[in-house]
C-alpha cells in the first residue's frame, strides 16, 4: 500500500495531523492501536497552565515565549513561540471543522471545573462544560447538582465541598430509570458510557428533564455529569430546552463521553477527507534505509507493506506503549529511535505521588524540526508528534493537549513544505 | 470518662489484638491503644506465610514445634483468613541434596509432616516451580490474611467488651514509685493529651516496643531488621515455595488471595529509620534474581508493589544481619528483671505464634491480678471462623455469584452481615477485588476504618491489578458523602492513599507499573485536579 504519509497512533496528534495533511489533498493512513488519552479527556485542552517551576500561567502565548528562555528542550519553545499561536489558532479551528464545538483563546486561559470540584486553568472548553473565567466566581450562587443513582464515578459531595467555599448553595438530587436497573444487574456496568446510553433514549431524557425540573426548582444552575449524548448528538440540547435552566456538564472518571465522542469526530472527519484509519492494528518492523524509512509492517496487513514519502510516530508516551521503560532504560520500540532518559533509575521520580517526576519528562529524542533520531543521525522522512516527545510534563504543566496538537500541526506543515520543495 | 482498666495493651498489631482477645475472653476489662491503624507494623508487612515451622526445622527446633501446634491450632480457630495450600521446599542443581535429609529429619522431629516426592510430582503438583529442580519436600504450610486475622481478633475482643483506640500514641508511662499504674496518650483525631490506668501495662509495640520500654527506664535489646518483599500482579503459584537449604535471602514465594509475595531481604537498620521503611532498588533486584529460582515465570509478572516490614527480633548477640538471632517469644516480666511493677513486654516470635504469645502474657497477667482463668483462645473460632464457607455460601444464596465469592472470602461466617439484596449495595467499586458498596459501608460501620488506608486493610480496595486508580476515587466518593467536613477529608484522604501507595510502587516503577502510574497521575493530578494541597500529613510522633 503506498500513501504521501503514514502516520503511527491514532489519539489526539496523530489525528490532528491526518486530518491537516488530508485537507491538503494528501494520502493519508493512520495506524492505531485503539487506546489514547484522549479517552480520558476532560472535556477541555490545555495549552499552558503553569512554568516549569511552578509560576501559574494567565497567557498561554506569554507563558510558551517564557519557556523559550527557561526550557529551551521544550517542544513549544524549539517550534517557537509565534509558530505556537498562529498552530493554536489552527488547532481550535479545526476541532470546531471536526464538529467539536469549543471556545478559548491562547491569550487567556479560562478555568474547567474538575469531577472532584476543583479548578483548573485551560484553553479550549467544548460547549455545554462549566468554565469560569478565574477560579474564585462561579456563574450562579445557588445550584442543583444531579447525579444517577449508584453512579460512582461523579462525586457531587466534593463538587459542593469546593462550591461551597466559593459562597454557592448545593442541594443534591438523584435519578433512576427503569432502563439503568437494566445496566444495574452487571454490578461493574454502571459506568458513564453505558449510562449515556440510557439516556439516548427520548423517554429517558423526558424523565431526567421532569426529575431536574422538580429537583432544581429554587436553583440557579444544574450541574449534570457528562453522561449525556453519547451516539445522539443533539441529546444535550434536547435536555436543555426540556430543562430550561443553565445546565452545566462537568467530566467524570474514565471513561470520558467528550473524549469518546471527540475521537469519533475526528476519526470521521479524517475519513471524510479521504483519510485511511486502520483501527485495532500495531505496526510489526519498518524498513530503513540510509536514514529514511520506506515502510512499515503491521499485525494485521502482515506481508502488506505501507509505503510512504513522510512517516509520523505519534505513538504516545508510555500508556498507549509508545514509550516502554525498561528497569534501566527507555525504549522507543518501533524504530528504536533514540530517547532522552535519565539512566539511573532512583532519578526517574521521588518518593512523593505530586511531586514533579523526571520521567514525565522522557521521550523520543527530536530535531528542531521534530525529525526522530537514531543512533545519533537524524532520520530524513521520520518526525514524532504528540505524547511520546521529551521534553514537557504533560500534567504539571497543563500542556499535553496542546503539544499534541500543535506539534502535529507544525509536522503536518513540514511535511508539505518538504513535498512542495 | 471512666479510664480506669484491668490491663491497657499497647500495640495494634496481631499480637496486642491477640492479648486484647484472650484478656477479654478471661474476663479481664482491656484498653488497647495503636498510634495508627491495626495491622500497620511487622504483621502487615511480612509474607502472610502460615509457617508449617519446616523453614526454622533445622536451625530453631524450639521455635518449629510451636510453628506447627500454632498452624493446626489456626486452621481451627481463623478458618477465614487461612488457605490450606500446602507448600514444597525444592532443592535445586546448585544446592546439596544432603541438606534434605537433615531437613526431612529436624522436621520430623519437630512433628512436621515432611513427605519427599519426586521432582516430577512436585511439577505436577505446582506447574510454576523451577522445573531444573532436583529434589522436593511437601510440608504443611500454608497462607494467611494478617489483617483478616488481626481484624477478627479485634471484633471477638470488643464483643466481649475490650476497647480499641486506634491512632491514641502512648507517649509516656505513668509511674508511682516503682509501678506503671497507667498511660498517658495523644489522640491523632482530637489532638488532645488522655489518661488511662490500669493495673497491668502490657508493651506489645513490636519494633517500638523498644522505645516504649524506653519510656519506663528500661532497655529491651533489640534488633530491627529489615525485610523487603514484592507483589505480584497474579497468583504465579498454589503452593508455598521455599528453598530447601540454611534460611537465606528471598527464598519464600507465598501466594495469598489474588496476588503472590516474594520475600524477603533481611539487613539491621537503625532505630531512626523504623517508621521510614523503603525499599532501594538492590533489594528489587536482588529478590526479583533468586525469586526466579522458585519460579521462573517470576521474570514475565508484572509486580505490583514493594514494601518492608522490621522483625522485632531481641538480640542475644551482634549477628549483623539478624538471621541467627531465635525467632522465639519473649516475655518480659518488669518487675522481677527491673524491679518495675504492672508492667510487661512481649517480644520476640513472629505472626505464627502472636496466639501464643497472647496467652503468655495473658497467663502472666492473670498470675498478677490473681485471676484463675484457662485461656481459650486456641478452641474458640474467631468470629468468620465459626462455620464452614459451604454453611455461609447457603445462606447468601441470594446474592451474585461474584459478591459472594469474595466476600466469604474476606469475612468468613461475617459476610452475612453485609448488605446486599439490592443492585445499588452490590455494585462493585472496586473490580479488580469485587469490593462492592455493601462491603465497603459494613467495613465502615463495623470494622473501625477511619481513611482510605484502613480501608485497604479490610477489604483490598485498591489492592488489585489497578492499584486503585479508580476505585480510591469511587471509595472516597462513599466515604466522602455524610457531611462537608466528611467532603474534604475524604478529598485529603484520597491524596494521602495516592501519595502511600506510590511509595510501593517507585521501588519498581518500570513497565507496567510505570504505564500505571502515568495514567493514575493523569486522571487524578489532570482530570480531577487532585494536588499536594489536599494531603494531611498524620504526624506519628505526638508533640
Not at chain 1, 499561536?85 to 478555568?111: D, F, M, Q, T
Not at chain 1, 450562587?141 to 449508584?150: A, D, F, H, K
Request: charged share 25%.
Amino acid at each position: 500500500m503506498k500513501f504521501d504519509t503514514v502516520i503511527i497512533g491514532g489519539g489526539l496528534a496523530g489525528l490532528s495531523c491526518g486530518i491537516r495533511l488530508a485537507e491538503a489533498g494528501r494520502r493519508c493512513a493512520i495506524v492505531s492501536q485503539g487506546q489514547s488519552a484522549i479517552h480520558f479527556s476532560s472535556g477541555s485542552f490545555d495549552l499552558l497552565g503553569q512554568l516549569p517551576d511552578g509560576t501559574p500561567v494567565e497567557d498561554p502565548a506569554e507563558g510558551i515565549a517564557a519557556l523559550e528562555k527557561c526550557a529551551p528542550e521544550h517542544p513549544y519553545a524549539r517550534i517557537g513561540a509565534q509558530a505556537c499561536e498562529r498552530y493554536a489558532e489552527a488547532a481550535r479551528k479545526l476541532l470546531c471543522e471536526a464538529g467539536i464545538p469549543v471556545s478559548g483563546s491562547p491569550r487567556r486561559n479560562h478555568y474547567r471545573i474538575t469531577p472532584l470540584g476543583m479548578a483548573k486553568p485551560t484553553w479550549l472548553t467544548i460547549d455545554g462544560y462549566l468554565t469560569t473565567p478565574s477560579p474564585e466566581v462561579l456563574p450562579f450562587r445557588s445550584v442543583c447538582i444531579v447525579n444517577v443513582e449508584g453512579f460512582l464515578d461523579f462525586y457531587p459531595e466534593f463538587i459542593a465541598e469546593a462550591f461551597r467555599r466559593h459562597g454557592v448553595s448545593c442541594r443534591f438530587a438523584s435519578v433512576n430509570s427503569p432502563d439503568l436497573e437494566n445496566i444495574r444487574r452487571n454490578p461493574s456496568e454502571m459506568r458513564s458510557a453505558n449510562i449515556a446510553r440510557v439516556f439516548d433514549h427520548e423517554q429517558n431524557l423526558d424523565r431526567l428533564a421532569a426529575r431536574i425540573r422538580e429537583a432544581a426548582r429554587e436553583c440557579e444552575a444544574v450541574i449534570l455529569p457528562a453522561i449525556i449524548g453519547i451516539n445522539r448528538s443533539d441529546a444535550f440540547e434536547v435536555l436543555k430546552a426540556k430543562v430550561d435552566l443553565p445546565l452545566y456538564l462537568l467530566p467524570t472518571l474514565p471513561p470520558s463521553i467528550p473524549g469518546i465522542k471527540a475521537q469519533q469526530a475526528l476519526q470521521h472527519r479524517f475519513r471524510a477527507l479521504g483519510g485511511e484509519y486502520f483501527l485495532g492494528d500495531s505496526v510489526l518492523s519498518a524498513e530503513v534505509e540510509k536514514n529514511r524509512v520506506k515502510s512499515i509492517r503491521t499485525v494485521n496487513h502482515g506481508d502488506i507493506p505501507f509505503e510512504a514519502e513522510a512517516f509520523v510516530l505519534a505513538s504516545g508516551s508510555f500508556f498507549s506503549r509508545g514509550l516502554i521503560a525498561t528497569p534501566d532504560r527507555i525504549v522507543e520500540p518501533v524504530f528504536g529511535a533514540d530517547t532522552d532518559f535519565v539512566p539511573n533509575r532512583t532519578e526517574w521520580y521521588t518518593e512523593h505521588f505530586f511531586d514533579r517526576h523526571n520521567y514525565e519528562a522522557f521521550g523520543i529524542r527530536t530535531d528542531r524540526s521534530l525529525k526522530l533520531l537514531k543512533e545519533g543521525s537524524v532520520m530524513e522522512n521520520l518526525y514524532g508528534i504528540g505524547a511520546g516527545l521529551s521534553g514537557f510534563h504533560p500534567v504539571q504543566e497543563g500542556c499535553g493537549a496542546g503539544v499534541s496538537l500543535i506539534s502535529a500541526l507544525f509536522v503536518a506543515d513540514r511535511i508539505l513544505n518538504s513535498l512542495k520543495s | 470518662m471512666n479510664n480506669t482498666y484491668d490491663v491497657i495493651i499497647i500495640g495494634g498489631g496481631a499480637t496486642g489484638a491477640g492479648i486484647a482477645r484472650d484478656c477479654s475472653l478471661r474476663g479481664i476489662k482491656a484498653l488497647l491503644l495503636e498510634r495508627s491503624d491495626i495491622s500497620t507494623g511487622a504483621t502487615g508487612r511480612n509474607h502472610g506465610l502460615l509457617h508449617s515451622g519446616a523453614r526454622y526445622a533445622v536451625t530453631d527446633h524450639e521455635s518449629a514445634q510451636e510453628c506447627i501446634r500454632e498452624n493446626m491450632i489456626l486452621r481451627r480457630i481463623a478458618a477465614h483468613c487461612v488457605e490450606e495450600t500446602d507448600g514444597l521446599f525444592i532443592t535445586l542443581p546448585e544446592d546439596s541434596l544432603e541438606y534434605q535429609s537433615v531437613f526431612v529429619e529436624a522436621c520430623r522431629k519437630a512433628g512436621i509432616r515432611a513427605d519427599v516426592i519426586d521432582p516430577e510430582e512436585a511439577i505436577r503438583l505446582e506447574p510454576s516451580v523451577n522445573r531444573t529442580l532436583i529434589g522436593a519436600v511437601r510440608v504443611p504450610d500454608g497462607a494467611i490474611d494478617p489483617f483478616r486475622l488481626t481484624s477478627s481478633n479485634i471484633l471477638d475482643a470488643k464483643t466481649h467488651g475490650a476497647e480499641i483506640h486506634t491512632y491514641t500514641e502512648v507517649t509516656e508511662l505513668l509511674r508511682e514509685q516503682n509501678r506503671i499504674i497507667g498511660v498517658k496518650a495523644y489522640n491523632h483525631h482530637t489532638k488532645e493529651e488522655e489518661r488511662y490506668y490500669a493495673q497491668v501495662v502490657i508493651n506489645a509495640g513490636g519494633i517500638w516496643g523498644h522505645g516504649i520500654a524506653a519510656k519506663a527506664g528500661i532497655t529491651v535489646n533489640m534488633l530491627p531488621a529489615k525485610g523487603a518483599l514484592l507483589i505480584f500482579g497474579h497468583r504465579v503459584n498454589h503452593m508455598v515455595l521455599n528453598r530447601c537449604r540454611k534460611p537465606a535471602d528471598a527464598d519464600i514465594l507465598v501466594p495469598g488471595d489474588t496476588i503472590s509475595l516474594i520475600g524477603t531481604t533481611s539487613s539491621k537498620v537503625p532505630f531512626d529509620q523504623v517508621d521510614n521503611m523503603v525499599v532501594t532498588p538492590d533489594e528489587v533486584d536482588l529478590l526479583l534474581r533468586e525469586g526466579e529460582k522458585l519460579s521462573p515465570q517470576l521474570a514475565q509478572t508484572r509486580i505490583l508493589r514493594a514494601y518492608a516490614g522490621v522483625r522485632p527480633l531481641v538480640a542475644s548477640d551482634d549477628d549483623p544481619s539478624g538471621r541467627t538471632v531465635s525467632r522465639g517469644i519473649v516475655l518480659l516480666d518488669h518487675a522481677t528483671r527491673d524491679g518495675i511493677e504492672g508492667f510487661i513486654t512481649i517480644t520476640g516470635g513472629k505472626l505464627m505464634t502472636y496466639r501464643l504469645m497472647a496467652e503468655w502474657a495473658t497467663d502472666l497477667v492473670c498470675k498478677k491480678l490473681s485471676i484463675d482463668k484457662k485461656c481459650q483462645t486456641a478452641e474458640i473460632p474467631l468470629p468468620g471462623s465459626a462455620e464452614s464457607r459451604e454453611e455461609v455460601d447457603k445462606k447468601l444464596h441470594g446474592k451474585p455469584v461474584v459478591q459472594r465469592r469474595s466476600t466469604i472470602a474476606r469475612h468468613g461466617a461475617l459476610a452475612v452481615e453485609i448488605e446486599g439484596n439490592d443492585s445499588y449495595k452490590n455494585s462493585l467499586v472496586c473490580e479488580c477485588e469485587e469490593v462492592s458498596i455493601g462491603e465497603i459501608e459494613y467495613a465502615m460501620e463495623h470494622l473501625a476504618v477511619n481513611n482510605l488506608v484502613d480501608l485497604r486493610r479490610r477489604t483490598r480496595v485498591g489492592m488489585g491489578t489497578c492499584q486503585g486508580e479508580l476505585c480510591a476515587c469511587r471509595a472516597a466518593g462513599l466515604m466522602g458523602r455524610k457531611d462537608p467536613v466528611c467532603a474534604r477529608k475524604a478529598k485529603a484522604d484520597l491524596a494521602n492513599f495516592l501519595n502511600e501507595r506510590w511509595k510501593g510502587m517507585a521501588p519498581i516503577a518500570w513497565g507496567d507499573t510505570l504505564r500505571e502510574s502515568e495514567y493514575t497521575t493523569w486522571i487524578y493530578e489532570g482530570v480531577c485536579g487532585l494536588s499536594d494541597q489536599e494531603v494531611i500529613t498524620e504526624k506519628t510522633a505526638a508533640k
